[in-house]
């Protein structure tokens, strides 16, 4: 079992930056896929940026010029780095992990965290 809980949502202005952090329980989290998806309003859940145990990344392309995932095994956290932020940006972000390989579905993603709302202000 995994527990995922994500912090550092709210709102910014437009061309501000946040960070979102994903505190994993477990002591096999450095075996784990973990990945960011969001969900803007009325819209469907998406993949943002996922990356595995060997720390390879993987991006939404639209996004990989202004978003960055990293992890640090030694805390159990991935990140989120969010800059140049739009309102099109405005979601529910969702930190999710799986075993195995890489994918961009959320429905192969087992273990998913609460969210956090991130609000782009125009």
């Known amino acids: 079992q995994v527990q995922l809980v994500e912090s550092g949502g709210g709102l910014v202005q437009a061309g501000g930056s946040l960070r979102l952090s994903c505190a994993a329980s477990?002591?096999?989290?450095?075996?784990?896929?973990m990945a960011w998806f969001r969900q803007p309003p009325g819209k469907e859940r998406e993949f943002v940026a996922a990356?595995?145990?060997?720390?390879?990344?993987y991006y939404l392309d639209s996004l990989k010029e202004r978003f960055t995932i990293s992890r640090d095994n030694a805390k159990n956290t991935v990140y989120l780095q969010m800059n140049s932020l739009k309102p099109e940006d405005t979601a529910v972000y969702y930190c999710a992990a799986k075993q195995g390989t890489y994918s961009r579905f959320s429905g192969h993603y087992v273990y998913w965290g609460q969210g956090t709302q991130v609000t782009v202000s125009s």
């Open positions: 477990g002591r096999t989290f450095n075996w784990y896929v």
């Open positions: 990356i595995g145990w060997s720390a390879n990344t």
